[in-house]
């Protein structure tokens, strides 16, 4: 069954704490991207990664960060620079990436909270 | 900066009505277009998409959209909505540097 998992459903971060989001797929796309959806702000774009082991900075990346060791896999790390990081997040992949047909296909999202 | 803008940020409608959801891009030129959906719970996913060829493009679930140059606007519509509709609804575009930018979103309440 193809598609993109994103875990956990919910994570609660203390203040001055890193915290990782996962995204996988297994859809053999090359592109991958990670959005910050806000009530009444639609999605955002974090980053993103054409390619494994090359990733890019979106339109919000500041406190953020990512890897793409794996084509399968682009987690995100929120770290404590981040000071407002209550939001839901959405991973999303498509074949190719900067190539404005693409389709994107997105994850279940996870919901980060702050204690 | 190239934007997508949504004008209708929450619609509250009865079963049976028809719905018409606004989107407005900022910018000329070639422009690749869509709308997704995502329902209470459930992933985001595409309604329908837009590249080229007959303006009026027809997605899942009775949706259809129409491209209008002229007017910078890609407007969802639907002639009888059901409760099952209830869900939030987001216009997107390709800017000229390949990434996807969205609008604000609406969220659409179906009263049964």
């Known amino acids: 069954d193809g598609g993109i998992t994103q875990s956990p459903k919910y994570l609660f971060r203390k203040e001055g704490q890193n915290v990782t989001l996962s995204c996988e797929q297994n859809l053999n796309h090359d592109a991958m991207y990670w959005y910050r959806q806000d009530p009444g702000q639609g999605l955002r774009l974090i980053y993103y990664s054409q390619i494994v082991n090359d990733f890019q900075k979106g339109d919000i990346a500041e406190g953020y960060s990512v890897s793409r060791e794996k084509k399968e896999s682009f987690p995100l790390t929120v770290t404590s620079a981040q000071k407002n990081p209550t939001a839901f997040y959405l991973c999303a992949s498509s074949i190719g990436a900067l190539a404005t047909q693409e389709t994107q296909y997105f994850g279940p999202g996870t919901r980060l909270l702050v204690l | 900066a190239q934007s997508v803008s949504q004008h209708n940020h929450h619609v509250i409608l009865s079963e049976a009505a028809s719905l018409e959801l606004g989107c407005n891009y900022s910018y000329g030129g070639t422009v690749n277009l869509f709308w997704y959906v995502q329902y209470p719970g459930q992933h985001l996913q595409l309604l329908l998409k837009?590249?080229?060829?007959?303006?009026l493009v027809k997605g899942i679930k009775g949706f259809e959209a129409e491209f209008i140059k002229s007017k910078f606007s890609f407007n969802l519509r639907k002639p009888s909505v059901q409760w099952s509709d209830t869900a939030e609804y987001f216009c997107?575009?390709?800017?000229?540097?390949?990434?996807?930018?969205f609008g604000q979103g609406t969220e659409l309440s179906v009263k049964p």
């Open positions: 997107a575009a390709y800017n000229q540097g390949g990434k996807l930018i």
């Open positions: 837009y590249f080229s060829g007959d303006p």
